[in-house]
């Protein structure tokens, strides 16, 4: 009998392919429009192990100081086929504080569906009956759905950013049994980074960059610490970071808390941006997982109007684009 069982949310490598998805203020930081969609295909080596996508749209209402966004994730874990699919919408607000300080806090709200494929599971009493029996468990539900709030913000300059989101505000009812009850615990995530020039041509213009990045999550007892850093030589952007916290946190004695390093190699190509990574795992699933794959894809636009106001508010959070 299973008495107490442990997950986590959909997460994501390339967390800044993904802005919307790590903090709603990040939605509307782009000229004018955008459109984001991502896939990772998390240990390939373990059969139907973690598949999933994202895509979203945010449009920043420049007139407005403001910011809306659309986004929709699908998830599909396990033998069972335990699917999640979440579609939220976002609004994020712009606050000058002073001629270099600019604070922006955003919401989302978002309608989840949850669904498990019962019949592709295997119960004790099946097992033990022989083949040919069903099962006499009662009280699974194979879908549920509810609503989902998020908030944060984030404060920021030309040069760097510092940000903090919250997920599943309102603790929702997550659970599969009939009349069960399952809350949702409130995730939290802590990130930043800064900007430094590298080259500049001859009128300021940054046209490479390095760009250190950090992010820190926790969801009850589960933490997850991110810290690495990009380099940009338009038109190509490179990318290396490590996730874990040895030394800080150990599961076992003599267990250090290592997850991954994750590389990652990307291009822009005018309007649109596309970026590979891969997860090589260095924890004691090294040998079993294959490692992790993402590829993401990012169009954005905006019209000379937008061009031209936003080189005069200089509004955009000067976060990693990948």
Not at 62 to 79: C, E
Not at 127 to 142: C, D, M, N, V, Y
Not at 146 to 158: I, Q
């Amino acid at each position: 009998m299973v008495l107490h069982i442990k997950a986590q949310d959909p997460q994501f490598s390339q967390f800044y392919a993904t802005p919307m998805y790590l903090n709603p203020a990040f939605v509307g930081n782009t000229g004018q429009g955008r459109v984001t969609a991502i896939h990772r295909n998390q240990w390939p080596a373990i059969p139907k192990a973690f598949i999933s996508y994202a895509v979203t749209y945010d449009h920043n209402l420049i007139d407005f100081n403001s910011g809306v966004g659309l986004m929709v994730i699908h998830d599909k874990a396990g033998t069972g086929g335990l699917k999640f699919t979440s579609v939220g919408g976002m609004y994020s607000y712009q606050i000058r504080l002073n001629r270099k300080l600019i604070l922006r806090p955003g919401l989302r709200a978002s309608y989840v569906w949850r669904a498990l494929d019962a019949d592709a599971l295997t119960f004790g009493d099946e097992l033990s009956r022989g083949e040919g029996f069903t099962t006499s468990e009662t009280g699974i539900s194979q879908r549920t759905s509810y609503l989902d709030v998020a908030a944060g913000m984030v404060l920021y300059s030309s040069k760097f950013w510092l940000g903090a989101a919250f997920d599943h505000l309102n603790q929702p009812n997550q659970s599969l049994i009939q009349s069960g009850k399952a809350n949702l615990p409130i995730k939290y995530s802590v990130h930043g980074g800064f900007n430094f020039p590298v080259k500049k041509t001859t009128k300021g213009a940054a046209t490479s960059t390095i760009t250190i990045v950090a992010n820190y999550k926790a969801q009850q007892k589960w933490d997850q610490f991110d810290i690495g850093m990009y380099f940009t030589q338009e038109p190509l952007i490179f990318g290396l970071w490590y996730r874990g916290i040895p030394g800080l946190k150990e599961y076992d004695v003599g267990y250090a808390n290592n997850d991954a390093i994750i590389a990652m190699a990307g291009a822009k190509m005018q309007s649109i941006r596309v970026a590979y990574s891969y997860d090589l795992t260095i924890s004691r699933l090294l040998t079993n997982t294959a490692g992790s794959h993402e590829i993401s894809l990012t169009w954005e636009y905006e019209t000379e109007h937008n061009r031209r106001k936003k080189r005069r508010q200089r509004f955009l959070v000067p976060c990693a684009k990948f």
